[in-house]
């Protein structure tokens, strides 16, 4: 199994926007944290989210009768307008992805798989290369680290956690699109989603979404290996 695969011009510049755009999403992410932790010092306490942060804090700062000091309204100023501006430059960059994925014939097919967005489709492409290098779908899987370690033990083969090894990026998109398509599963009886269900029931809902992202793998190496579309499999 090959573990750097080789890529193109094109390709280097589309991670390019993805690692610029992970930094940036990463620091918002501390960002907004210090935020909510500064006014849970002064007695204010927001919910979880980079949107209640946004969305609320304009009016702490304009309001007069709370306990900040004058001192601390400056620096959550400062933090305000840092996190308008990180907004403004992911949103830039989830655009250039946007168009990158609308622009490739295959991206386009990617995104017909349930959980697979612009971010994820074109990630691949670019991380990937010629996907018939992998003989099968389950080695792709193995190089996304997606598939169970296996342990030996008096004549019987074990399976434990995944061996989270390769692209940790790749992985967890995959992951975090398989965790989005299990919060619908409800209302759905397809073939698929009867088996997530399942694994749900017996594992949880974590390791059932890694499961799925698993399982999300193996489908678009087949769709990228061999150019077909997706196909749902009712029951």
């Known amino acids: 199994m090959r573990f750097v695969p080789i890529k ?3 390709q280097q510049a589309t991670l390019t926007v993805h690692r610029a755009r992970a930094l940036l999403v990463g620091e918002r992410v501390a960002l907004v944290n210090q935020i909510r932790g500064f006014l849970t010092e002064y007695g204010i306490v927001l919910p979880q989210g980079r949107l209640q942060v946004r969305s609320r804090l304009p009016d702490i700062l304009g309001d007069a ?3 900040l000091p004058h001192l601390a309204r400056e620096v959550f100023a400062d933090q305000y307008r840092r996190l308008c501006e990180l907004d403004r430059v992911i949103e830039g960059y989830d655009r250039k992805i946007e168009a990158l994925a609308k622009a490739q014939e295959v991206t386009r097919r990617l995104m017909q798989l349930e959980g697979v967005g ?3 489709a074109t990630a691949l492409v670019a991380s990937v290369g010629d996907v018939r290098e992998f003989k099968n779908g ?3 899987a193995a190089w996304l680290g997606l598939v169970p370690r296996q342990r ?3 004549g019987k083969t074990r399976h434990g956690r995944i061996t989270k090894r ?3 990026y790749l992985r967890t998109l995959l992951i975090h699109g398989a965790r989005a398509v299990m919060r619908f599963l409800e209302p759905r009886d397809d073939r698929k989603s009867q088996w997530v269900k399942a694994v749900r029931e017996r594992r949880g809902f974590n390791k059932a979404a890694v499961a799925l992202a698993a399982k999300h793998a ?3 190496w087949a769709m990228m290996s061999k150019g077909t579309d997706y196909q749902q499999v009712s029951t």
Do not use: A
Request: no cysteine; hydrophobic share 25%; aromatic share 4%.
């Open 118 to 120: 612009p971010l994820t």
């Open 8 to 10: 193109d011009e094109e």
């Open 65 to 67: 009768e709370n306990s």
């Open 152 to 154: 030996s033990s008096s």
């Open 138 to 140: 389950r080695q792709f």
């Open 166 to 168: 390769g692209d940790v």
């Open 218 to 220: 193996r489908i678009l």
